[in-house]
Structure formats: C-alpha cells, structure tokens
C-alpha cells in the first residue's frame, strides 16, 4: 500500500542508526513533549492540523524542531526498553521471595537475576 492510500501520514526519521517511516500522529506528540509543550487539545494528524488547533499560550515549534526533538525521545525511550523486558521477564515478586527463602539470596542472584540481566543488557 503506498503512502497516498494510508488514512495516517508518516515521516521517515532516523532513529538510532535505523532508518523508518514513523507516524506523524506518534511523532508530533512525541516531539513536544520532548520540548516540554504537551498537545493538549489539539490535532496531531499532521503539522498542518497541529498548527491550525494549537491552544497552548507558547508559538508552535517548527516542524522541523518537533521532529529533532521526537527523535530524541525515541533515542531516551529504546535506551529505556530494557527495563520492561526485564521486568516481563522476571517471575512474580512473591516467587522470587519464596526462591529466595528455599535458596537463599546468593542462588537468587545466580538463577533469577543474573540470566534476565545477561539477556537484556543495560545500555551503554
């Protein structure tokens, strides 16, 4: 499907080295929110719409710093993504406290912690 039969616009940014196509609807939100201007109330559909139902006391960025600063926040969130897969992939707190009393709190580490931390790796 090409991009004149979607219902959505898109950009293609470059995030971390890969390059995408990214809604606009995702990234003009993203963008100023990064900027520290939350959207509220207005139509992020494309910069056009966002322009037209801008509410906020503060001019409107250009669209260019919006996607500058959505990148940025791409960037911060994947450098985050770690933390849910860690967290998905720990067992519940109340089988972790039950292993940790059966096994002590070294065999903990070893079994449970050390293998989730060694899949998903802290960003440099």
């Not at 898109?10 to 609807?25: A, D, R, W």
């Not at 207005?42 to 996607?67: C, G, H, M, Q, V």
């Not at 998905?88 to 089988?95: I, K």
Request: glycine share 4%; net charge negative.
């Amino acid at each position: 499907m090409d991009l004149e039969t979607r219902s959505e616009e898109f950009y293609t940014l470059t995030v971390n080295g890969v390059s995408g196509e990214h809604s606009k609807n995702y990234v003009l939100p993203a963008g100023c929110l990064q900027l520290g201007l939350p959207i509220l109330g207005a139509n992020p559909f494309n910069y056009d719409t966002l322009k037209d139902s801008w509410e906020r006391s503060e001019s409107i960025p250009t669209e260019e710093e919006i996607k500058a600063a959505a990148i940025l926040w791409a960037e911060a969130q994947e450098k985050l993504k770690y933390q849910q897969q860690r967290r998905m992939a720990y067992p519940d707190w109340t089988e972790q406290l039950a292993y940790i009393y059966d096994n002590g709190l070294d065999k903990w580490k070893t079994d449970i912690v050390d293998p989730v931390k060694a899949k998903y790796p802290k960003p440099e």
